[in-house]
């Protein structure tokens, strides 16, 4: 059964705040109003994803979390240099990630107050708005160019490392250095013998996605020759992050960005594999005794996993369409055995946002992939623009493999946010690149098309 203490995001009664991590805590938001706008980042992420997200001030019966306080703080600084800057705050403008990742928030926060009409429902969806699209737009206003790109994965490398080095003594010693603040386990989970580490993290496989997805970025970083020693320690803590874990999702996380890496040579022919790929899908399904989607079950890389819990969601979602195509549904947790733990993102989204909220997740993804595309051809030519693209697409698609393991909900969001937040800015700085003279008829047109889906005046391109 669905334990209640998580309903609506459950929480602690009271305030859990160590004084080391309120000492941390107010460090950074001290930096925040302080640091240039570039380099209020590095406090940021490392605020948000080195403190649990157990570490909470409780105020008449709100819950302020660690993350939530440095959001909040980021969005006054924010409004300061709204006011004095002459041109927008975020690179390329409000553009079209921007509008669907709005879109979706808003849409999957609505049906759920529409739902179930409860108070305590309200307050915790406007808390979520504030930490979503606060934190979405925080990290758009912060990452404005290639030197704010650099600065942000040179400060998960930090991360990765910190982490890393926690997460192996959890297996060494099985006792989670950030239990110790208190606001997460202090004895790592434990299956089939295997320990699962999970760091600062809600649960050990957010932990390991973290560090999987991050890889594409670090080989970035180290392909630019000027951050090499930050890019290889982070690969080696994102590796380490992803292995402790010891669960399947992080591994094929990590696995499917290398693939994506792979397919550099074939990136003017990814079309084709696209539709190949679809069509396998299609014949499997038609040949096989069970759904295309029973291929997940399949899958345990740790010998531990349980694959056939994300086929079952699935499989459930599908069958139930009728029950949350409109706004959501409230019973998923009866659809059968340990359902109420929505360990998909997919399934997420369609169950507690509706067709609407997960269409627009969707887009999300699309038009993200999209714009890289569109960027790429655009700046066809200019090797060193065309692979930092790549390189996000490929972590682009780390994510989109992870979303089948696990729903998103503890610090991995801001990871997310990070990325939607890179490709936004990576996008509109490859429109404004001088395109080579052979490759000028091609761009025009991908350029006029690229102004329109991204919501830029072609003038600026």
Partial sequence: MEPQNIRFGGGATSTVLHPFVAFAMLIAIVLIFLLPRKQIIVPFLLIVFLVPLGQVVVVGGVHLMVFRLVVLSCLLRLMKFGASLKTTCFPGG??????????????????????????????????????????????????????????????????????????????????????????????????????????????????????????PLFLWLWSEGKSRAAAFLGMVGATIMTVTSNSSTPLLGYAAGLLGLGFWPMRKRMRAFRWGLVLLLISLHLVMKAPVWALIARIDLTGSSSGYHRMMLVDNCIRHFRDWWLMGVKEYNTWGWD???????????????????????????????????????????????????????????????????????????????????????????????????????????????????????????
């Fill in 94 to 215: 409000f553009g079209v990630i921007d509008r669907y990742f709005t879109l979706c928030t808003v849409v999957s926060a609505l049906a759920c107050v529409l739902l179930w009409q409860e108070t305590q429902l309200l307050i915790n969806q406007l808390g979520r708005l504030i930490d979503v699209l606060g934190g979405y737009f925080v990290l758009r206003f912060l990452i404005h160019d290639s030197e704010d790109t650099r600065r942000t994965i040179k400060a998960f490398a930090i991360i990765a490392v910190i982490m890393g080095m926690c997460m192996i003594n959890e297996q060494l010693t099985h006792r989670n250095i950030f239990g110790l603040l208190g606001g997460v386990a202090l004895i790592p989970a434990v299956r089939e013998g295997q320990t699962r580490s999970q760091g600062a993290f809600e649960v050990y496989i957010t932990a390991g996605v973290f560090g999987a997805t991050l890889v």
């Fill in 339 to 461: 359902t109420w733990d929505l360990s998909n993102q997919y399934v997420s989204y369609a169950l507690t946002g509706g067709l609407a909220g997960l269409a627009m997740f969707i887009l999300v993804i699309s038009r993200g992939f999209g714009a890289l595309g569109v960027a790429r051809r655009t700046v066809e030519g200019n090797r060193k623009q065309e692979w930092l693209l790549w390189c996000l697409c490929a972590a682009l698609f780390a994510h989109v493999v992870s979303f089948f393991g696990i729903g998103y909900f503890d610090q991995i969001q801001f990871s997310w946010y990070a990325l939607l937040a890179i490709i936004s800015s990576a996008v509109a700085s490859a429109m404004r690149l001088p395109v080579p003279h052979a490759q000028e008829a091609l761009a025009s047109s991908y350029q006029s098309r690229a102004a329109i889906n991204w919501g830029m005046p072609e003038r600026n391109l």
